[in-house]
């Protein structure tokens, strides 16, 4: 029955994180279903009797929440068993492997089944100790795994408490100081005080009433929560009202082309389409305010063939509406997405961002550098046999190669002023250190160009949007996400949406997007160091419970049994 139990409350911890998370049903998610998402995973690993059960009951739920949040990974035409398959496998792995950490403090607690219920079987300030540990050190836990799952080679920050905050821009705010991770420690210790009293109310006929001992303990756990909430919901209303003052305005087309990802046969169709969308955004520009755009951005994989051997070509191509010349006519510097040659003998190619000034002439590229794994990127590629067995199986065994440069664009502004911007391509604005390399090496405004008209859903296009809004708010600068099929927006230092357009629509806009002066906050200045900080209590934790346990193997103290109605007396 406890194994039953076990296995109900995982699938019902992935059911609510999945819900709490952007989805069909709620489109920006639920912080209010994030809040208790963790609690029957706590509940969980409260009942378990081994590390090995721990890290199988975690690893089911970690894995669980990947699948029910990012189904629409299997629309990866034909490669779901990697997309999906793949990536719900790692992450499942991942949780596994912190589901071990996680359960460790409740291994140390102390307690043993007594009459159906957790007796007691320790002193006073050990148990208080000992609830104390578990509720922290779980909260702490669980951020480094968001940041571990979030960081290197097989990154994926999808599936994590911090998307389901969105809707909540009072809190949202302190991913300024913290980062993104000081908002995974406050829900995940939300969740874990709510989960402690339910694990403890069967305790109550043993405690006495009032007598300062694990509820007094617990009622501390619980102030702790209370105070860094409204620590965080004050600073956050300071900071989300404040007033901002752009310095300079970058006018700018947004294209919406909504092309079909894995349509052949060029990119005729997509560049006409375009070039149409582009040229009534300024014709109702010009309407409305009597100005031209500074700059036109397409999204990502636009043109399919590599620069800069491909600059003849659209000089007269598609025979439509030439690409080099439309640009020129617009008079209107461009950033669009198409491939670049990295090696041309070894058929080699960059994921990049294109620019062209405002004559059409080719200036240089932005080449993705965090490619997405057994996608745009196959470990073990350069290896003949790797090739042979990939397209054995899915029929594709090459990707990008990744680019090496932190590249930036200088737009010229009326007034003879400029903007740099830099171009992080698809989901690297998901990445903090991606974009924190580009906004130290001085960027001023974010121009993400994305494709992921694939998915086919809405919340993918959703999901992607709320953890790059994350990045305006980090850097207190503004993103402008120009997309395939959406959520083309573009979101100011406080998150908030200025300008956007619907979803899996044909469409563009020309909008001004603002400019703010260059701060450096506290994230920008020290980077991921509430992870850092969580891992080292927990070192500390381990070390001093070593020590506590050579202690008391040095004293030898006589065995001694607590009654059930004086658990607070001391051995």
């Given at each position: 029955?406890?194994r039953?139990?076990?296995?109900?409350?995982?699938?019902?911890?992935?059911?609510?994180?999945?819900?709490?998370?952007q989805?069909?049903?709620l489109?920006?998610?639920?912080?209010?279903?994030?809040?208790f998402a963790?609690?029957?995973?706590?509940?969980?690993?409260?009942?378990a009797q081994?590390?090995?059960?721990a890290?199988?009951?975690?690893g089911?739920q970690?894995?669980?929440?990947?699948?029910?949040?990012?189904?629409?990974?299997?629309?990866?035409k034909d490669?779901?068993?990697?997309?999906?398959?793949?990536?719900?496998?790692?992450?499942?792995v991942?949780g596994?492997?912190?589901?071990?950490?996680?359960?460790?403090?409740?291994?140390?607690?102390?307690?043993?089944?007594?009459?159906?219920?957790?007796?007691?079987?320790?002193?006073?300030?050990?148990?208080?100790?000992a609830?104390?540990?578990?509720?922290?050190?779980?909260?702490?836990?669980?951020?480094?795994y968001?940041w571990a799952?979030?960081?290197?080679?097989?990154?994926y920050?999808?599936?994590?408490l911090?998307?389901?905050?969105?809707?909540?821009?009072?809190?949202t705010?302190?991913?300024a100081?913290?980062?993104?991770?000081?908002i995974?420690?406050?829900?995940?210790?939300f969740?874990?005080v709510?989960?402690e009293?339910?694990?403890?109310?069967?305790?109550?006929?043993?405690?006495r009433?009032?007598?300062?001992?694990?509820?007094a303990?617990?009622?501390?756990?619980?102030?702790?929560?209370?105070?860094?909430?409204?620590?965080?919901?004050?600073y956050?209303?300071?900071?989300?009202t404040?007033e901002?003052?752009?310095?300079?305005?970058?006018r700018?087309?947004?294209?919406q082309?909504?092309?079909?990802?894995?349509?052949?046969?060029?990119?005729?169709?997509?560049v006409?389409?375009?070039?149409?969308?582009?040229?009534?955004?300024?014709?109702?520009?010009?309407?409305?305010?009597?100005?031209?755009?500074?700059?036109?951005?397409?999204?990502?994989?636009?043109?399919?063939?590599?620069?800069?051997?491909?600059?003849?070509y659209?000089?007269?191509?598609?025979?439509?509406?030439?690409l080099?010349?439309?640009?020129?006519?617009?008079?209107?510097?461009?950033?669009?997405?198409?491939?670049?040659?990295?090696?041309?003998?070894?058929?080699?190619?960059?994921?990049?961002?294109?620019?062209?000034?405002?004559?059409?002439?080719?200036?240089?590229?932005?080449?993705?550098?965090?490619?997405?794994p057994?996608?745009?990127?196959?470990?073990?590629?350069?290896?003949?046999w790797?090739?042979?067995?990939l397209?054995?199986?899915?029929?594709?065994?090459s990707?990008?190669?990744?680019?090496?440069?932190?590249?930036?664009?200088?737009?010229p502004l009326?007034?003879?002023?400029t903007?740099?911007?830099?171009?992080p391509?698809?989901?690297?604005?998901?990445?903090?250190?991606?974009?924190?390399?580009?906004?130290?090496?001085?960027?001023?405004?974010?121009?993400?160009i994305?494709?992921?008209s694939?998915?086919?859903?809405?919340s993918a296009e959703y999901?992607?949007?709320?953890?790059?809004?994350?990045?305006a708010?980090?850097?207190?600068?503004?993103?402008?996400?120009?997309?395939?099929?959406?959520?083309s927006?573009?979101?100011?230092?406080?998150?908030?949406?200025?300008?956007?357009?619907?979803l899996?629509?044909t469409?563009?806009?020309?909008t001004?997007v603002?400019?703010?002066?260059?701060?450096q906050?506290?994230?920008?200045?020290?980077?991921d160091?509430?992870?850092?900080?969580c891992?080292?209590?927990?070192a500390?934790?381990?070390v001093?419970?070593?020590?506590?346990?050579?202690?008391?193997?040095?004293?030898?103290?006589?065995?001694c049994?607590?009654?059930?109605?004086?658990s607070?007396?001391?051995?």
């Amino acid at each position: 029955m406890r194994r039953i139990l076990q296995v109900f409350y995982v699938i019902f911890s992935a059911i609510i994180s999945a819900l709490a998370i952007q989805n069909e049903i709620l489109p920006f998610g639920s912080p209010f279903l994030g809040l208790f998402a963790l609690v029957p995973l706590y509940l969980t690993l409260a009942s378990a009797q081994s590390y090995a059960e721990a890290a199988l009951l975690t690893g089911f739920q970690t894995g669980l929440v990947h699948v029910f949040s990012s189904f629409w990974l299997g629309n990866f035409k034909d490669f779901a068993l990697f997309t999906l398959g793949a990536s719900a496998l790692a992450t499942a792995v991942i949780g596994a492997v912190f589901g071990c950490y996680l359960y460790l403090p409740f291994a140390q607690s102390g307690r043993k089944k007594r009459n159906g219920y957790e007796a007691p079987t320790q002193p006073l300030p050990q148990r208080t100790a000992a609830l104390t540990r578990r509720v922290l050190l779980f909260a702490a836990v669980w951020t480094v795994y968001e940041w571990a799952k979030s960081t290197g080679f097989l990154a994926y920050p999808w599936g994590t408490l911090v998307m389901t905050a969105y809707r909540w821009p009072l809190i949202t705010q302190i991913a300024a100081i913290t980062g993104t991770w000081g908002i995974s420690f406050l829900f995940s210790l939300f969740a874990a005080v709510v989960a402690e009293g339910l694990v403890l109310l069967p305790l109550v006929p043993y405690f006495r009433r009032g007598g300062g001992g694990e509820e007094a303990a617990y009622a501390r756990c619980g102030a702790l929560c209370i105070v860094l909430f409204a620590v965080t919901v004050l600073y956050g209303a300071v900071a989300y009202t404040a007033e901002r003052v752009p310095v300079k305005t970058m006018r700018t087309v947004m294209v919406q082309q909504n092309a079909d990802s894995w349509e052949t046969g060029g990119d005729a169709q997509a560049v006409v389409v375009s070039s149409e969308l582009t040229e009534a955004a300024i014709s109702e520009g010009l309407a409305r305010t009597g100005t031209r755009p500074d700059l036109v951005v397409w999204s990502e994989s636009v043109l399919s063939y590599a620069f800069p051997e491909a600059e003849s070509y659209y000089r007269s191509r598609p025979a439509e509406m030439p690409l080099v010349p439309f640009i020129r006519q617009t008079g209107v510097p461009f950033v669009i997405g198409g491939p670049v040659t990295a090696d041309y003998e070894k058929r080699q190619y960059h994921n990049s961002a294109l620019y062209f000034d405002k004559d059409g002439n080719y200036r240089g590229y932005y080449a993705k550098m965090q490619l997405v794994p057994f996608a745009e990127v196959i470990p073990g590629a350069q290896y003949e046999w790797v090739h042979v067995l990939l397209d054995k199986i899915i029929g594709f065994s090459s990707g990008w190669t990744p680019g090496t440069e932190l590249t930036l664009f200088t737009v010229p502004l009326p007034d003879s002023q400029t903007v740099k911007i830099s171009l992080p391509i698809c989901f690297e604005d998901a990445f903090p250190p991606v974009c924190r390399a580009l906004y130290e090496a001085g960027s001023e405004v974010f121009v993400n160009i994305t494709n992921d008209s694939w998915s086919k859903t809405d919340s993918a296009e959703y999901q992607h949007f709320v953890i790059a809004s994350y990045r305006a708010i980090e850097y207190r600068t503004t993103l402008l996400r120009s997309t395939n099929s959406g959520y083309s927006v573009v979101v100011d230092p406080a998150g908030r949406i200025l300008a956007d357009m619907p979803l899996f629509e044909t469409a563009s806009i020309y909008t001004e997007v603002p400019v703010y002066e260059r701060t450096q906050t506290p994230y920008a200045l020290l980077g991921d160091w509430v992870p850092a900080l969580c891992a080292l209590a927990y070192a500390v934790n381990l070390v001093l419970g070593r020590t506590r346990r050579a202690d008391n193997r040095k004293k030898r103290p006589e065995k001694c049994a607590i009654p059930l109605d004086q658990s607070d007396i001391n051995c």
